[in-house]
Every structure is written in structure tokens, then in C-alpha cells.
């Protein structure tokens, strides 16, 4: 009698199972061009019932317990997917491209200086045009944020008109190059076709490399110090802050940022004058 009820219950337990499993039928198709994906691993969170996906990208879970709350997905060079099963209908999921942990990039661009004195009636600038190009390497924190520091030669051409001892002015055309080394954090922006776009901010250090100023009659190194005086005319470290905004499509990128520089690369203490750089840079690159 007491295995004949043991029989039983053991034989209700199974039919209480097999009431509350159910069957899961869902697609999995690429983010970026909707086409489906073939192959990918389709896992119930929690147990071993797993499947893949059909040449349609559609995948069926069998007997899958009424207290299940997840599955997950993956396929190879794409991110993994956990997503939450529904009380009832197909499950529909998208699957974007795996970011890489760390990018080689290179860039290329213009400059345009627009440097400014603390007191115009000292000096006046206005920009010219110059280059910049460097390399550097993407570190992705997570799909949504990057740090990515470089190195970059950049030349910030400038044409300054000063007040000589006659209080005349004198134009006078700076063509400094430095070596800027920026460590920017990046926040991405995810749109279709693997497209994304950037918001770019972060500090930078530059060292002055070489240089000329320029005047109708002489010429003198920016980064040595004067004949005669006891520092150079430029300072030869330059360090600030970038702001900027990058697009890219694939493995290419173009992007606009501002470069404010904290320090002045040019002090005048018997006058309390200051004069510091603002450029633009704009570039364009490739990510390996």
C-alpha cells in the first residue's frame, strides 16, 4: 500500500511538471542589418535545456519549467544577450556586434588656433591654419564608454600683432609644434548599421617640440630661451582640457573637438598679461 502511494505521488508530481513546462519559440536576427542569425546558442538561465538557431534565425526551447525567468544568447564576435521571458508569445531578439576590449586607431586632420591675450591692447591673434596626426589605442570600458589616449603632433600656426617698446604694433607670425598627449573618455551613442557617435572629453599635456616667430626682420626660436633673458617665449609645456564630438561608421572615423588650454604659453609680468591658446581640431581616422 505505502509504495503503491509513494507510486502515485510521484507519478502526480510528474504530471504537475509536465503542466507547467512549456515550449518557447523565439527569433535571434543581427542589429545591424536585420538578416538572421544561424547557429546562435539559446540557453534557458539556470538550466541545461539549451538549442540553436535555424537558417531562419528561429529557435524553439522544449519543455522549459513554468518558473523560468530568463534566456540567454550568444554567437560568436556578437555581445551576449540576457533577456527576460515573456508570459506569453515568441521571444524577438537583436544582437549587436561584440565591442573589442582594445581598438588601434590612427588620425589625421587640421588645426586652427585661435589664441587670446588678456589684454588686446597688448596683443591681438587670429588663427591660421595647421595639422595634426597621431595614433592611439581604444580601451572599451563597456559597450557605452571608452578611454582612449594618444600621442599627436600638432602644429598651432598663429599670426599675433603686439605693442612693441613704442607702442606700435608689430605683426609677428608664431609656428609652434607640440607634442599633445590627450587621454579622452568616450561616451558611445549606438545607432544602426554600426554606426555610432561620440561625446569626447578629457585633459591633455603638450610639450613644445620646435617653432619659429617671425617678424619682418628677424626670426627667434619660441622654445629657447631669448638672448639676453632668462626664459623662452613660449613655455614649453602646455597642458588643458578637450571637448569634442566624434562620428563613426565602421572602421572610420571623423570628429570635431576643442582644445582650451589652461596654462598660457606666454606670460608678461611686468604688464600682469597672459596669453593663452584655444584651437580646433578637425580630424578624420581609421580603427583597425
Not at 102 to 113: K, S, V
Not at 247 to 254: A, N
Not at 263 to 287: C, H, K, M, W
Request: hydrophobic share 40%; glycine share 8%; proline share 3%.
Amino acid at each position: 500500500m505505502k509504495n503503491t502511494l509513494i507510486c502515485l505521488l510521484l507519478g502526480l508530481c510528474s504530471v504537475v511538471q509536465a503542466i507547467q513546462a512549456k515550449d518557447l519559440r523565439g527569433k535571434v536576427i543581427a542589429y545591424s542589418d536585420k538578416q538572421p542569425i544561424v547557429g546562435a546558442e539559446v540557453k534557458v538561465k539556470g538550466t541545461e535545456i539549451t538549442t540553436l538557431t535555424d537558417v531562419d534565425g528561429q529557435f524553439v526551447l522544449n519543455d522549459v519549467p513554468d518558473d523560468a525567468k530568463k534566456i540567454q544568447i550568444h554567437f560568436m564576435g556578437m555581445e551576449w544577450r540576457t533577456v527576460s521571458i515573456p508570459k506569453e508569445g515568441e521571444i524577438f531578439v537583436e544582437l549587436q556586434p561584440e565591442e573589442r576590449r582594445t581598438t588601434l586607431f590612427i588620425t589625421a586632420g587640421i588645426t586652427c588656433a585661435n589664441p587670446k591675450s588678456t589684454d588686446e591692447g597688448f596683443a591681438k591673434a587670429s588663427g591660421e591654419i595647421g595639422y595634426q596626426a597621431g595614433f592611439g589605442v581604444s580601451i572599451a570600458l563597456s559597450r557605452l564608454i571608452s578611454l582612449s589616449p594618444s600621442i599627436n603632433l600638432s602644429r598651432q600656426n598663429a599670426m599675433w600683432k603686439a605693442r612693441d617698446e613704442n607702442g606700435e604694433y608689430v605683426e609677428m607670425k608664431m609656428t609652434p609644434t607640440y607634442l599633445t598627449i590627450p587621454v579622452m573618455v568616450d561616451f558611445k551613442l549606438w545607432g544602426s548599421n554600426n554606426f555610432k557617435t561620440m561625446m569626447r572629453v578629457g585633459p591633455y599635456v603638450g610639450v613644445g617640440l620646435q617653432g619659429k616667430c617671425k617678424t619682418d626682420d628677424m626670426e627667434v626660436d619660441l622654445f629657447k630661451k631669448i638672448e639676453g633673458a632668462d626664459k623662452s617665449l613660449y613655455k614649453k609645456v602646455d597642458a588643458g582640457l578637450i571637448l569634442g564630438v566624434g562620428f563613426v561608421y565602421k572602421h572610420l572615423f571623423f570628429g570635431a573637438d576643442l582644445q582650451w588650454a589652461a596654462t598660457p604659453f606666454y606670460t608678461d609680468e611686468q604688464r600682469d598679461v597672459d596669453l593663452n591658446n584655444l584651437a580646433t581640431v578637425i580630424s578624420l581616422g581609421y580603427y583597425f
